[in-house]
């Protein structure tokens, strides 16, 4: 009986299988698309980097200004 119903349950699992086979293009084509904006994520946060001494510099002449 047992058997009879694994076997019974093989349609439903193989429309299941089929259906996550049809998302994994998807997932890759997001997956290229978060990869293609790694390099830009990148330059922004080196470019943060670069701006963070100026703007510790600047915290001095702001307070000043404001006291």
Known sequence: THVSQLFANVPV????FSQLFAYVP????????LFAYVPFLFAHVSVLLTE?????????LILSHIS
């Open 26 to 33: 998807f997932l890759f084509a997001h997956v290229s698309q």
């Open 52 to 60: 963070l001494p100026l703007l510790f510099a600047h915290i001095p």
């Open 13 to 16: 699992l193989l429309t299941y």
